[in-house]
């Protein structure tokens, strides 16, 4: 039988303005050290429904396809019970 680490919850507060967290987790410019260095790729620009996707450097991963989606609305997500 495969045993299985314990679950693991974290929860990281960023004291920043939501513009400055959102335009530094999606920049287009440069590698994201927090994604495991891909970069934020979109064909228009990061815009309501447009199609955005995180790539590895190399070009040859896609870890993330998605269109934007936008909320100026703050969300508080429960943690699961176990």
Known sequence: ???YAPDSISR????APIETVWSTLVAT???LP???GSVCQTADGLKQGAK?????????VAM?????SFSTRRTVM?????
Do not use: H, L, W, Y
């Open 78 to 82: 429960p943690i699961p019970s176990r």
């Open 64 to 68: 993330v396809v998605a269109r934007c």
């Open 29 to 31: 410019d440069t590698p």
């Open 12 to 15: 990281t507060f960023i004291e």
């Open 1 to 3: 039988m495969t045993q």
């Open 52 to 60: 955005m996707r995180m790539i590895n450097p190399n070009g040859k």
């Open 34 to 36: 927090f994604f495991f």
